[in-house]
């Protein structure tokens, strides 16, 4: 079963549609069955509101399930209602991208291009605490708290079932100086010691690469359970964007092997790298 209570609500909203979809019934339909409104049904099937045990009750026997199906979906209901280690910093990480944390942790594969900034998995304190300083209007203490959570965030990649990580980071986010030449040295050394674990692969992606798939930055996780499918994640100033389906991922995968082809091997990246850490020695 997935860890977070994040990938426990999206895996309860995915069985619950899937349910219905065999039963070739409409939100409607099963709402009106179950005296509930056809959004009532709709919003569990989208994990935008909480679903309590007793729902899945009524609506397993409504189905017809299994016992064996139906306490296993009143687990996932149960076991959504935790509260991840990222939610107890209140404003310092906003609600959209609580969902988006609750993910990424339990991804087994993750496939980032990042064109502005250095990716947040590889960030030093200090860089991260610059950039959340010139963004949105937060105070200081949601500002330590947001940096805070995004270190704690990096222990994924050296856990021991670490996610097949795989970057691709434009040269100009790694050359584009926040803070002073110090900070970024210690950035690039920070990039540098991220690329070289074991799950993680890093390109760079060269000012003299010539033409490459025109996105901007996005995220794709891949998911162990065979049910719980791939997604692409986009965020912005203040919303986020989440992409499931299958023309979305198949889009965006093709993307992200266009910019692949066009980045430098990992061999490559890491003497660039090399290159960029000792201009900002000078």
Same mark, same amino acid.
């Given at each position: 079963m997935a860890g977070s209570p994040?990938?426990?609500r ?16 409409t939100c ?5 069955a179950l ?6 049904v709709?919003?569990m099937?989208t ?10 009750d009524a609506?397993?026997?409504?189905y017809g399930t ?14 959504a209602? %935790? @509260?991840?280690?990222? &939610?107890?910093h209140g404003?310092?990480?906003?609600e959209?991208?609580?969902?988006? !944390?609750?993910l +990424?942790?339990?991804?087994?594969t993750?496939?980032?291009y990042q064109c502005?900034v250095v ?7 200090v860089?991260?605490s610059e950039l959340?300083?010139s963004g949105?209007?937060m ?5 330590t708290k947001?940096?805070? %959570? @995004?270190?704690?965030r &990096?222990a994924m990649?050296?856990?021991?079932d ?5 970057? !691709?980071?434009n +040269? ?5 100086v ?6 970024m040295?210690e950035q690039?050394e920070?990039?540098?010691?991220t690329?070289?674990l074991?799950t993680v ?7 003299d690469?010539?033409?490459?798939p025109?996105t ?9 359970a ?5 997604l692409?994640?986009?965020d912005?100033?203040t919303?986020?964007?989440?992409l499931?389906?299958e023309?979305?991922?198949r889009?965006y995968?093709r ?14 990246s890491a ?8 201009d900002?020695?000078r």
């Amino acid at each position: 079963m997935a860890g977070s209570p994040t990938a426990r609500r999206r895996r309860l909203s995915i069985e619950l549609k899937k349910l219905r979809e065999t039963s070739t019934l409409t939100c409607a339909q099963v709402g009106a069955a179950l005296d509930w409104s056809g959004s009532k049904v709709n919003r569990m099937e989208t994990g935008s509101g909480r679903i309590q045990p007793s729902d899945i009750d009524a609506l397993c026997r409504f189905y017809g399930t299994s016992d064996e199906l139906r306490e296993f979906l009143k687990s996932l209901a149960r076991q959504a209602k %935790v @509260r991840g280690w990222w &939610q107890v910093h209140g404003a310092g990480v906003p609600e959209w991208f609580n969902i988006y !944390i609750g993910l +990424e942790q339990d991804a087994s594969t993750f496939r980032q291009y990042q064109c502005e900034v250095v990716p947040g998995l590889m960030q030093t304190e200090v860089y991260a605490s610059e950039l959340h300083k010139s963004g949105a209007h937060m105070s200081a203490e949601d500002i330590t708290k947001a940096v805070q %959570v @995004r270190m704690e965030r &990096q222990a994924m990649l050296r856990r021991p079932d670490a996610p097949d990580a795989w970057f !691709i980071v434009n +040269e100009g986010a790694l050359r584009h100086v926040i803070g002073d030449h110090t900070l970024m040295r210690e950035q690039m050394e920070r990039v540098r010691e991220t690329a070289d674990l074991p799950t993680v692969t890093l390109q760079v992606l060269p000012f003299d690469s010539g033409t490459y798939p025109a996105t901007g930055s996005f995220t794709m996780l891949g998911f162990p359970a065979p049910e719980d499918p791939d997604l692409v994640y986009r965020d912005g100033i203040t919303d986020a964007m989440y992409l499931e389906g299958e023309h979305h991922v198949r889009e965006y995968t093709r993307a992200f092997d266009g910019l692949r082809a066009a980045a430098l091997s990992p061999q490559r990246s890491a003497l660039l790298i090399e290159s960029i850490l000792k201009d900002y020695a000078r």
